[in-house]
């Protein structure tokens, strides 16, 4: 059988079961049409589908993560054995009763009106627990619309058919049998709110009475002493006082089992509690994928495998019958199960719009998703018929404290830690109330606990626990949130209360504490952490800054933004909080100079990371006067080594190194080693853009040191990556490769996403000039999206020229046209003469390669032009390599020679090997006729320096060089053109330079 697919191994073990592809897709919860795709192998199964598929299909526990990889081919496993005979093995539990070899069990259990769906494990669970010995209690828990009273009853009717049947329970791999013989009972206490009247409504279902004037709870006691029996219990939350009599019952008959369903746990000695949470969903990021610009024919298939999709599909069908998911409506009918959380009632009251409403239309009305919500089946009860009145009924459950604990914990976005809980609901003792909340009552300002508020609401599923996965994972999340739902329910009751100014106000005020203790630790061994603790909060940082700006507090507003400049820089949301700071700066009222002067500073740093050049020399140079009239020596240092990043930016390398001179020197005055790290940092990047590799290697040697000495691991991570930027331009590649994998790495871990783009850009070109093409290409188009996304237009700039020049590297000229053009354009809106200047080269390039001989020299003069302005010596010289070849094609063999030779000098004295074997390859072109000796001499020791440099021939030059081999192998004959060239190879570089400078 090892030859089977998997769709041949599922249809033959399907039949195996005596299963129709109808009952196999019922129990699985998916469509017909699903199976049959899966029998065919058309489809793979989802994970969650493949989970499935081995509960139903009866395959033993131990070979489910075998089968799972089997199912989805993600390994070699061959497919689990099929049954020798189809009698062997059992059919599914939950199909008809007809398949049962037993009697089913005497119940009183309603019939539900629709299939279950997605609730295939979660009933197998409740059920493996009610089989074992030492459960007897067990009580399904979870919020209102989660579903809890269908997944009982369906465990349940389950039950029922289960007779006698033996289960496995999976922790300790010993086989139990629950014993029902007496019956599975049904009591709805839905009805009723007296605890009192508990044990009556148990003892109607049972058709236990009254006699002899005895309590009628010793009536029940003595009914079930000697039964062996389940109860369900359903909807106890609103008599959960009565839970006392639930002990009483199973302490006094020992073969009852109670199965509850509750938004409240009863909180009993041997209750297991079973969490319901909403359905699955297909994530937020699963769009239709595209495959070579087609898009993929199958996503709405690939969605309808989540059950909270199915469940709105089967509703929608019920009141319209020709609804279909397609690929067109997929992404709304997800969007719409994302926004109703996944609860299995708000979907249905959604589905139920189908009949006037698409789903494309429903999106925009479930902004207000509880004025959306209403008229459920008139056969629910009144409480689920809206989803307003099924929160309302968890709500009216509450004590006043948790009301008011409840409805003010709505202030949060995303989520809550329990410290901003006590900061904004707990007791107002020691002094942390204002005169003006001293001046009326508050009931929630004085609830005894807030810890114990916050554990009652997530037991009564109002607020949920939300930490999980890996320690990372929870450091950088927020342990509690609410269902977007219940939080919209919340925050109506939150908008009409008097108090909601005060606690938007104390909200704010935390929030600005919180990023003011975090600025420090962003420039320490503290980033990652914080990083993460920020991201997890951004919501509720945009709430406060929002209610801040609202509420015309321009000083506040401006400490809290201008604290943030880091994270925001190394997160990509620089426009987002210069917008902030700009609208601070702008707004009357009073604020500090050195508050005003900060914000200055900040905006002219995030101005600089948007390409807004101009503006960032602006805002600086005003920081920059404030802070000299406030004596503000370690202020002036910063925003001097800002303007100087600008001036650099703008291709001022000399005003640039002045500016972080005068800033060096005030950090050695301060004795400011962080500082000075970054400043010989910038000197470095200076000297690099000048090609002085010498000085640069030397500073950034330097900073390397001091951050190393510091534990500043986003500061080492940096240095790696402009080192690696000195070792590619001196042609030490594997070098460089090595030094951005590991900034890569580090920058990854570190959550910044700016220089990741940055170290994503190089290493992408380099293994352009290494050959691997596609591994550039990646890197290359990753760092491109990045800042894409970030909204850098210098750094943009910068991705699209390394991009072009990759493209040109693999002969795609087309691609590399195109490319160029769109980093021309961005970097003469962002004033960034250095792109500029390359961009204009690169386009030069691509019209030489597709003989533009003219637009080629127009190209090439104007990036020229720009360089010698810049003082870039290495691009100056690569340029005049370019207007070699040019001249070369035009003829013009005097010029061509003089420009190579004089840009191989340069290229040599400048260390720039990178670039040398280009131009001894094109003075082989430029001399082979004439010097046909020297020429092989020098083509020989232009092999020797690749292999050296581990740099090949790029795939666009390769042709026209092995033509200019063979002319000079013809010209020479085969035995001398070897013992030339071989002698090139043995020629010491200095050597093979001198020669080829030589008239």
């Known amino acids: 059988m090892s030859d089977l697919s998997f769709g041949q191994w599922l249809k033959r073990r399907r039949a195996g079961l005596g299963l129709t592809q109808a009952e196999l897709a019922d129990a699985v919860g998916y469509s017909r049409e699903m199976i049959r795709k899966l029998e065919v192998d058309r489809l793979r199964p989802s994970k969650a589908l493949a989970v499935r598929l081995a509960a139903v299909l009866q395959l033993p526990p131990e070979d489910h993560a075998a089968f799972i990889r089997f199912a989805r081919d993600e390994g070699s496993d061959p497919p689990p054995p099929l049954p020798t005979q189809t009698t062997s093995v059992p059919p599914p539990s939950t199909l008809d009763a007809s398949r049962s070899t037993s009697a089913p069990l005497p119940h009183n259990l309603p019939i539900p009106p629709t299939p279950l769906v997605g609730r295939e494990a979660e009933t197998r669970q409740v059920a493996s627990l009610l089989h074992r010995p030492d459960v007897r209690l067990v009580t399904l828990t979870g919020p209102g619309g989660s579903g809890k009273t269908r997944l009982a009853l369906e465990v349940a009717h389950t039950l029922t058919k289960d007779r006698g049947r033996k289960t496995e329970d999976e922790g300790r791999n010993t086989k139990y049998a629950l014993r029902t013989t007496d019956g599975v009972f049904f009591v709805n206490l839905a009805p009723i709110t007296d605890p009192s009247l508990v044990i009556a409504t148990i003892a109607q279902a049972l058709d236990v009475r009254e006699s002899g004037g005895r309590p009628l709870l010793e009536s029940v006691k003595d009914y079930l002493r000697e039964k062996e029996m389940l109860l369900l219990l359903d909807n106890f939350e609103q008599v959960v006082e009565a839970a006392p009599i639930v002990a009483d019952l199973l302490a006094y008959a020992p073969g009852l089992k109670c199965l509850v369903t509750s938004r409240i746990p009863l909180h009993l000695r041997g209750e297991k509690e079973f969490l319901v949470e909403p359905l699955p969903l297909p994530s ?210 939150f908008a009409a209360s008097p108090e909601a100014g005060m606690v938007r106000q104390r909200h704010a005020q935390y929030y600005l504490g919180l990023v003011e203790e975090a600025e420090p630790q962003l420039m320490g061994a503290g980033l990652t952490a914080w990083l993460g603790r920020l991201g997890a909060e951004w919501e509720n940082i945009r709430a406060a800054v929002g209610w801040l700006r609202d509420s015309a507090q321009p000083e506040a507003l401006l400490r809290l933004v201008g604290a943030l400049r880091r994270f925001c820089e190394l997160q990509g949301r620089s426009s987002e909080a210069l917008a902030w700071l700009e609208e601070g700066l702008n707004q009357g009222g009073e604020v500090a100079a050195a508050v005003r002067a900060k914000a200055l500073h900040v905006a002219s740093n995030l101005a600089q990371n948007m390409g807004d050049l101009d503006g960032a020399v602006r805002l600086g140079e005003a920081s920059l006067a404030l802070r000299r009239e406030l004596g503000d020596q370690q202020g002036m240092a910063r925003t001097l080594n800002n303007l100087a990043v600008t001036a650099w930016s703008q291709g001022n390398f000399s005003q640039a190194r002045e500016l972080h001179a005068a800033s060096l020197a005030i950090k050695r005055a301060l004795n400011d080693r962080l500082g000075m790290a970054y400043s010989l940092n910038n000197l470095g990047l200076i000297a690099t853009d000048q090609d002085d590799y010498p000085t640069a290697r030397a500073l950034l040697e330097e900073s390397l040191t001091l951050r190393r000495e510091l534990g500043d691991q986003h500061g080492v991570a940096v240095s790696l990556l402009n080192l690696g930027n000195v070792a590619r331009q001196q042609g030490q590649l594997g070098e460089a490769r090595a030094l951005y994998e590991q900034s890569l790495a580090q920058l990854r871990r570190l959550g910044d996403r700016a220089n990741e783009a ?152 400048l260390g720039l090997q990178l670039f040398l074997a280009d131009a001894l390859e094109t003075l082989v072109g430029l001399l082979g006729r004439g010097d046909p000796d020297g020429a092989t001499r020098l083509g020989g020791a232009a092999a020797a320096l690749r292999a050296r440099l581990g740099i090949p021939l790029p795939r666009g030059a390769q042709g026209e060089w092995a033509r200019r081999l063979d002319e000079l192998r013809g010209a020479l004959g085969g035995n001398r053109f070897e013992a030339l060239y071989q002698t090139g190879h043995t020629l010491p570089l200095t050597e093979a330079v001198a020669e080829a400078l030589a008239d």
Not at 361 to 366: E, S, T
Not at 437 to 461: F, I, K, M
Not at 774 to 785: V, W
Not at 786 to 798: A, C, P, S
């Open 284 to 493: 937020r990021d699963s769009r239709p994928l595209t495959v070579d610009g087609r898009q993929e024919t199958d996503y709405a298939a690939r969605i309808t495998q989540y059950a909270a999709v199915a469940l709105f599909i089967q509703r929608a069908q019920d009141v319209k019958a020709d609804f279909q998911v397609t690929n067109e409506n997929a992404p709304a009918v997800a969007e719409i199960c994302h926004r109703l959380d996944g609860l299995p009632l708000a979907i249905e009251l959604a589905a139920a719009r189908a009949r006037v409403l698409t789903p494309e239309a429903m999106l925009p009305r479930l902004q207000r998703r509880l004025a959306f919500l209403t008229s459920g089946p008139a056969d629910l009860p009144a409480r689920q018929q809206t989803l307003r009145a099924t929160i309302d009924w968890s709500f009216s459950l509450l004590t006043a404290g948790e009301q008011a604990l409840f409805t003010r914990l709505a202030v949060f976005h995303g989520g809550f830690t329990l410290e901003a809980a006590e900061a904004l609901c707990g007791d107002d003792d020691g002094g942390r109330r204002t005169e003006e909340e001293n001046s009326r009552p508050s009931s929630v300002l004085h609830l005894p606990s807030v810890l114990d508020g916050v554990e009652s609401l997530v037991a009564q599923s109002l607020v949920r626990r939300a930490l999980r996965g890996s320690a990372e994972a929870e450091a950088a999340s927020l342990p509690f949130t609410m269902l977007e739902t219940i939080r919209e329910y919340a925050l109506d009751r």
């Open 758 to 909: 940055r170290v994503q850009s190089v290493l992408g070109l380099t293994l352009a000039e290494q050959g691997d093409y596609a591994a550039a290409f990646a890197h290359l188009q990753a760092s491109l999206d990045l800042r894409r996304t970030l909204g850098n237009k210098r750094d943009i700039t910068v991705s699209l020229n390394n991009l072009g020049q990759a493209a040109l590297y693999q002969g795609d000229v087309a691609w590399a046209r195109l490319v160029f053009e769109d980093a021309l354009g961005l970097a003469r809106e962002g004033g960034a003469k250095m792109g500029q200047a390359n961009a204009l080269v690169g386009l030069g390039q691509v019209a030489l390669a597709e003989g533009r001989w003219e637009d080629s020299r127009r190209y090439l003069l104007a990036g020229l032009d720009l360089q010698r302005e810049l003082g870039d010596q290495g691009g100056v010289a690569t340029t005049l390599l370019a207007l070699a070849k040019l001249n070369a094609h035009a003829g013009d063999m005097g010029n061509a020679l003089a420009r190579a030779r004089e840009s191989l000098g340069e290229l040599h004295r």
